[in-house]
C-alpha cells in the first residue's frame, strides 16, 4: 500500500525558511514522478514543483523559482522541498503527491495518484 506522509510546515516570518518532508512507502520515490502541491483558501490547487529522478528533470512555478528547492533521498525514499524567503503568499497547505507516469511535465492535481494529508505552512507578514 502506498502512504506519503508530509512534515515540516510551521508558521514563519516573511523571509524566513522552512524545509517540508514528505516520506514515501510501499513504492520507491525513484521510479515515479513526484511533486508538491499547495492549495491556499478558496483556490484551487497548484503545482509548485515536481521532481523524476531518472530523467534529472524537474519542474518549479514561477511564482517560487530561485527561492523552494525540491530534492529526493532515494536512499531514505523520501522527498523534501527546501523553502527559503518565504513570502505571506506561500501560506497554504502543502500537500506532497505521487504521480505514476514517466513524465514529471504533468502538472494537473487531479492525475497525480497518491497523495499525502498536507502540512500547513503560515507566513505572517
Known amino acids: 500500500q502506498v502512504q506519503l506522509v508530509e512534515s515540516g510546515g510551521g508558521s514563519v516570518r516573511a523571509g524566513g525558511s522552512l524545509r517540508l518532508s514528505c516520506e514515501a512507502s510501499g513504492y520507491p520515490v525513484s521510479r515515479y514522478c513526484m511533486g508538491w502541491f499547495r492549495q491556499a483558501p478558496g483556490k484551487e490547487r497548484e503545482a509548485v514543483a515536481t521532481i523524476y529522478t531518472r530523467a534529472t528533470y524537474t519542474y518549479y512555478s514561477d511564482s517560487v523559482k530561485g527561492r523552494l528547492t525540491i530534492a529526493q533521498d532515494n536512499a531514505k525514499n523520501t522527498l523534501y522541498l527546501q523553502m527559503n524567503s518565504l513570502k505571506p503568499e506561500d501560506a497554504a497547505m502543502y500537500y506532497c503527491?505521487?504521480?505514476?507516469?514517466?513524465?514529471?511535465?504533468?502538472?494537473?492535481?487531479?492525475?497525480?495518484?497518491?497523495w499525502g494529508q498536507g502540512t500547513q505552512v503560515t507566513v505572517s507578514s
Open positions: 503527491a505521487a504521480g505514476f507516469f514517466p513524465s514529471c511535465t504533468n502538472l494537473t492535481p487531479g492525475d497525480y495518484n497518491y
